[in-house]
């Protein structure tokens, strides 16, 4: 099943549906999210998203408190949106766990080499990272991203232990997390070279520790 799983794709339709009868708030949101994405939270003041956005100061106010309020927003259409596009692959079981697994980040990658440019692909990381311990909600709503992530994978690998494929003396979320840590990772050096060869470098090692830990049975 082929779509366009980046994060892009569908979170302007997300905050499009959940705003469609508030149109001054969904701009606001939507200029809040690019502007998060390409320059950080810190970087991001009040008055830029209400430059983007293209309404008075006082509409801003009108719906939001503080630019941490924002942040949390948009990062619950974020999260939405992540979880909906991993279901329709890791809740494919036509396949097996571990393909449905490989399907993902397959076309994860796809996405990549189709756009040179990629655009809020470790959103809820950088938010997290920036966040700190001065901004703990954002923490963890950015972390729940995360979590998410873990969990959907984690249950994959469980179903493979109950098939015998991966050997039931592996943690399921300690792999759920390696493979994300990876990812993360090569995300970081793709961004650093230009290059989505470490995208695939990523796929290697990923399908090397499913096989390392496959059943002896």
């Known amino acids: 099943m082929g779509f366009d799983i980046r994060p892009i794709s569908h979170i ?8 469609k009868n508030n149109p001054k708030k969904r701009e606001i949101a939507v200029a809040a999210f690019e502007l998060f994405d ?15 956005a293209g309404i008075p100061k006082g509409t801003f106010y009108h719906y939001y408190n503080s630019k941490e309020e924002v942040a949390l927003e948009v990062l619950s259409y974020y999260r939405e949106k992540i979880t909906l596009a991993m279901d329709v692959i890791l809740c494919d079981y036509s396949k097996d766990p571990l393909d449905r697994i490989f399907s993902l980040y397959a076309q994860y990658i796809e996405s990549y080499i189709k756009k040179s440019e990629m655009p809020y692909s470790n959103f809820a990381s950088k938010m997290s990272q920036e966040a700190g311990e001065e901004h703990p909600r954002i923490k963890d709503q950015a972390n729940n991203v995360f979590f998410d992530i873990r969990e959907s994978i984690s249950e994959c690998i469980k179903e493979a232990q109950g098939f015998g494929i991966i050997d039931l003396s592996f943690d399921s979320r300690m792999l ?10 090569a995300l970081l050096r793709m961004r650093g070279t230009q290059s989505v060869e470490p995208l695939f ?7 090397n520790l499913f096989l390392n830990a496959r059943s002896k049975m």
């Open 12 to 19: 302007f339709a997300i905050i499009e549906g959940k705003m």
């Open 38 to 52: 390409k320059k950080g939270f810190h970087g991001t003041g009040i008055n830029e998203i209400i430059e983007a």
């Open 176 to 185: 759920a997390e390696m493979i994300i840590y990876c990812w993360e990772g």
């Open 201 to 207: 470098i990523f796929e290697d090692i990923m399908k």
